[in-house]
């Protein structure tokens, strides 16, 4: 697979972290018709200062910083509106919210490292289920084993992944 340039790179970031951004400009407004006219003005901000954009470090944090800005320019604008939050509320809620998104990252990056780590039957077994959404019983027939056989295998699995997981985020902090 060719590998992307700097603008693909930041388009597949971009796309990727929608649902991230707009749950946190959400989080933030609590109107989901102000919280899309939001994200889509975040957007635009974002697509503007992709020059900005440091492809060495995280992106969401940097993406989470724009979007604080345009909710705020957004409660400035819409003050006239009896229920907003006032200004030092949304700084206090996004600070917490960028915290987060840094603390999943983290996790995100453990998992990756900790799938990478399976054998390759258990990793199969993660991705038929968790990346491809296959059913339970499709996965017992086409493995030859019971519904409660692969149960269990994700269960000790999924259990295996978040052992990894704590170990890897605590000998890194």
């Given at each position: 697979?060719?590998?992307?340039?700097?603008?693909?790179?930041?388009?597949?970031?971009?796309?990727?972290?929608?649902?991230?951004?707009?749950?946190?400009?959400?989080?933030?407004?609590?109107?989901?018709?102000?919280?899309?006219?939001?994200?889509?003005?975040?957007?635009?901000?974002?697509?503007?200062?992709?020059?900005?954009?440091?492809?060495?470090?995280?992106?969401?944090?940097?993406?989470?910083?724009?979007?604080?800005y345009?909710?705020?320019?957004?409660?400035?604008?819409?003050?006239?509106d009896?229920?907003?939050?006032?200004?030092?509320?949304?700084?206090?809620?996004?600070?917490e919210?960028?915290?987060?998104?840094?603390?999943?990252?983290s996790?995100?990056?453990?998992?990756?490292?900790?799938?990478?780590r399976?054998?390759?039957?258990?990793?199969?077994?993660i991705?038929?289920?968790?990346?491809?959404?296959?059913?339970?019983?499709?996965?017992?027939?086409?493995?030859?084993?019971?519904?409660?056989?692969?149960?269990v295998?994700?269960?000790?699995?999924?259990?295996?992944?978040?052992?990894?997981?704590?170990?890897?985020?605590?000998?890194?902090?």
């Amino acid at each position: 697979m060719a590998e992307l340039n700097p603008t693909e790179q930041f388009i597949q970031l971009l796309t990727e972290n929608q649902n991230r951004l707009y749950g946190y400009i959400f989080s933030l407004i609590g109107e989901r018709s102000h919280a899309a006219d939001v994200l889509q003005e975040t957007n635009v901000v974002l697509w503007r200062k992709i020059d900005q954009f440091d492809h060495r470090k995280p992106f969401l944090p940097w993406a989470f910083t724009i979007a604080r800005y345009q909710v705020l320019a957004n409660l400035r604008d819409r003050k006239r509106d009896r229920v907003l939050l006032d200004s030092e509320l949304v700084e206090t809620i996004s600070s917490e919210a960028e915290s987060m998104a840094e603390q999943i990252e983290s996790v995100r990056d453990a998992l990756s490292r900790c799938l990478e780590r399976l054998n390759s039957s258990n990793r199969e077994l993660i991705e038929s289920r968790y990346f491809e959404a296959k059913p339970l019983d499709e996965m017992a027939r086409d493995s030859s084993r019971t519904t409660g056989a692969i149960k269990v295998a994700l269960l000790r699995i999924r259990k295996q992944l978040g052992e990894c997981i704590q170990h890897r985020l605590a000998t890194e902090s």
